[in-house]
Structure formats: C-alpha cells, structure tokens
C-alpha cells in the first residue's frame, strides 16, 4: 500500500488539489463558507493594497477634474457666494425652529432614536469573477460591520454584506443572481420580489400577480419582510411589464436606484437602527 | 520559490483589476488574470508545485469573489490538468500560442464556472448574462497574455518539464 502511494504520490496530490475543493463546492453551493485564517491574511493583505491604488486612482482622476472645471470656477464661486449669504439667512431661520422643536419634543417626553449609527465605507474594490457581483468596503468587523448589514447610498440600495473581516467588507449587490429583497410598490403598494439578473445592470420583479397594476416608471421600495432590508429603501424603477397570456405572475424589468459602478461613499446600515433619510426619497422624479 | 512569485503576482493582479473595474464601470468586461497564470504554469512547471499554485491561484480568485465556495480552485487545478493534456498534441511554449491557449481555456472556464453556478445557486435568471461576456473576455485576457509574456519568462519556474504531459 505503501509502495503504491509512493509510486503514485504525485497523482494522489494532484488529484487531492482537485477533488476537495470540488466537494467543498457541492457541499456548500452558492452559500460560501465563513472566512477562515488563510482568507483573513489573503483579505488583510489585498485590502490595503487596493485601498492604496483606489486612492491613487481618485487622486489622478480629481486632479485632472480640477484642472479642467477650472475654467470657469470664479464665476461660479461669485454665484456661490450670493447663494451661501441667502443659505445662511434661512439655516438660521431653521436653527431656531429646530431649537423651538426640540423644547416641545422634551416638553411631551419624547424620545428620539438616533440616526448617526450607519457606518460611512468606501468601495475599493470590485470582485474580478464576473460570475458574482459583489464589491469591496474600506470597513470591516472592526468598525462594526457584520454579514447581513444592508448597505445604502442617498440614492438607494446597492446590496448586503455577506462577509466581513477585520478591514473590510464584501457586499453582494442587488444584481446579483443569487439576490432576492422582499419589495413593495410604491404608488400601488403591490407587493414583488426583486432579484438580480446576473448583468449587474438590470433588476427583475417576481412574485407579482398578473392583474397586479404595475407601471412602467413606478418606484419600487424594500417592503421590510425580509427581516434583512429596513421597509422604506428604494430599489429601482419599473422600465418594462410583460404579461404573458398565460400563468399566474407578471414579468418586470427595473433600472436599479443605485448603479454600482458610480458608488464610491456608502452607508452601511445595523440591522435595528434608523434608515438615513437620504436614502428614503426617490431620487428620480416619477410621473 | 519561482511558483511563489507567480502567486504573488496573481494576487496583486487581481488587486489592481478589482480597482479598474471600478474605476472604469461595472459594464468593463473581466480580465480573466489568474486563468493566464495557470496555463503559464501548466506549460512550464512540474506537476505537483503547478498544482499546489493553480489550486492558491484559484483560492484568491474565489477569496476576491466575495462568498468564497471552492468552486474556482477546482476549475483552476480542472484547467491545468487539462491544458497539460492538451499541450501533449500542441506545444504552446511561444508567446503567440501562449496567448491563444489562454483565451481557449478563458471560454472554458468561464462556461463551466456559469453552468457550476447557475447548478447550485438555482437561479431563475438565465446564465446567458454571465456568458455573453465571455468573447470579449477572452480577446482581452489573450491581449494581457502577450503583454505579460516577457515577465512571465523570467518567472519561468526551473523550466524542469522536458516532455508535455498531463501527469509528468
């Protein structure tokens, strides 16, 4: 037996290198698995790498930005400073409201929750495997990021972190195939489920009754019933319905609010706190 | 040690596609760069250290992925065996062959990680969107294959493989 394995050493290796990761694969599918020692130094060592090139990627960019709206730049600056003089006269306006609803919201007792507890990221990278769509965070474990944290930008929702390590976070964006949040329409209250189409481009509607009134232009929103996503988060816009003569659903095509290769700020959002505000409105105007 | 600089290597690359691709938009297509390394490494190195290397350069491809299943290092040690067979009948020891062999094995791979992804995962979305991609990633991996040649060269790992074979 012995003189077999020797005889044989290199192809039993090769064929180790081979199989095991195979059976990893099909025990565990599209699940992934926790990130172990060897991902945390692969993830602790790649992480600042791509934060360093991100940078000097963003700072060659800004550079040449700089430059070029240069022109230009006093007429704006006096148009600027007009509007910052009336910006003033009015945030004092609203300095003293606020004071004013302050004293009131003490006087009757009431307890504001905090909205501070998101946790701004940036995106340093994106997932080279075209197979699945998911980006990179500047923010980890340490920072208080953990798996299933949704994550937000002003305009919407881009996806769900689905790893985390010390100094940095992958998040699963909402076009991935494997994506799927509870949503709910907003005009009509109709309630879908959007999943991604896999192109990082397009999102789609499932799970919405033939007859249900649903509207090119309509603004579709988390629902909150997937105990992942806050209720209220805006997903994307309803380009296209198709309803096929037959069957029980609807097919929709959405443009999704947020488009993932624009991103470079995020909010990270802990599964109990508020939802910034920013990222409850519609940022495109609907009919 | 050789082997060790070419997984170096792989890593930084991909470090510097993640921050291309967002610089330049999701809608760039991939360049496959860890494939390129492994069928460097089956035309060039011995069998185990080959294997040992295409299996760490698939790992940091699935690590990078985001939700790390094995399936890449499998695909990744599949594609070295199977470009190893492949280069008994064609010797693609030159850049132009190189390049070729690479972009081959880039529509393979990408067509086995889509059908590998799409058994498991179940989606109801069809697997064309990640496939129709491919060409264009192929084109674009084969162009980094020729652009990469001369450092690969020098990385060249012992040059110890006299004969082509799958298990030599």
Request: glycine content about 18%; cysteine-free; aromatic content about 0%.
């Given at each position: 037996m012995r003189g077999l394995f020797g005889r044989y050493r290199d192809v039993f290796i090769v064929g180790a290198l081979l199989v095991f990761p195979f059976v990893t694969f099909l025990s565990s599918g599209h699940k992934g698995r926790d990130p172990n020692v060897v991902d945390r130094v692969v993830l602790a060592v790649a992480a600042p790498i791509q934060g360093a090139l991100t940078w000097l990627v963003d700072g060659v960019g800004d550079g040449v930005d700089g430059y070029l709206t240069l022109r230009g730049a006093r007429e704006e600056a006096r148009a600027c400073t007009v509007e910052l003089s009336q910006t003033r006269a009015e945030l004092n306006t609203l300095r003293e409201a606020s004071l004013e609803n302050e004293r009131l919201r003490k006087l009757l007792g009431y307890v504001e929750r905090s909205v501070d507890t998101e946790i701004a990221a940036r995106v340093v990278g994106v997932n080279p495997s075209p197979q699945f769509l998911s980006v990179r965070l500047s923010r980890g474990e340490s920072d208080g990021v953990h798996v299933g944290m949704p994550v937000v930008t002003p305009d919407g929702v881009l996806g769900q972190v689905v790893r985390t390590v010390s100094g940095s976070a992958d998040v699963m964006l909402l076009?991935?195939?494997v994506s799927r949040v509870g949503a709910v329409l907003q005009r009509t209250r109709v309630r879908a489920t959007v999943v991604g189409?896999?192109?990082?481009k397009r999102l789609a509607l499932e799970?919405?009754?033939?007859?249900?009134?649903v509207q090119a232009n309509d603004v579709v929103v988390t629902?909150?019933?997937?105990?992942?996503f806050p209720k209220g988060l805006v997903l994307g816009t309803v380009e296209a319905v198709q309803r096929a003569p037959s069957g029980l659903f609807l097919s929709a095509q959405l443009a999704p609010a947020v488009v993932p290769g624009t991103v470079e700020e995020v909010l990270v959002v802990p599964a109990v706190a508020a939802v910034?505000?920013?990222?409850?409105?519609?940022?495109r105007s609907t009919p | 040690m050789k082997v060790l600089a070419l997984v170096g290597i792989g890593l930084l690359l991909l470090c510097v596609e993640s921050v291309a691709v967002k610089s330049l938009g999701f809608s760039v297509t991939r360049v496959d760069v860890t494939l390129l390394l492994v069928v460097f490494l089956s035309l060039s190195a011995g069998l185990v250290e080959g294997a040992f290397a295409a299996f760490a350069l698939g790992y940091l491809l699935d690590v990078f992925t985001?939700?790390?299943?094995g399936l890449f290092p499998f695909l990744a040690v599949l594609t070295y065996l199977v470009v190893r067979l492949g280069s008994v009948v064609?010797?693609?020891?030159?850049r132009g062959l190189f390049a070729l062999v690479t972009g081959a094995a880039v529509v393979a791979h990408g067509l086995f990680a889509t059908f590998f992804t799409w058994l498991t995962s179940r989606?109801?979305?069809?697997p064309v969107a990640s496939v129709s991609g491919l060409p264009l990633q192929a084109v674009l991996t084969m162009a980094a294959a020729l652009a990469l040649w001369p450092l690969l060269q020098r990385l060249d790992?012992?040059?110890?493989?006299?004969e082509p074979g799958a298990l030599r």
């Open positions: 076009s991935d195939p189409t896999g192109d990082g799970n919405t009754g033939r007859d249900a009134d629902s909150g019933t997937d105990g992942i910034p505000p920013a990222a409850l409105l519609p940022q | 985001g939700r790390p299943t064609v010797d693609a020891r030159g989606a109801a979305q069809s790992p012992g040059k110890e493989r006299p």
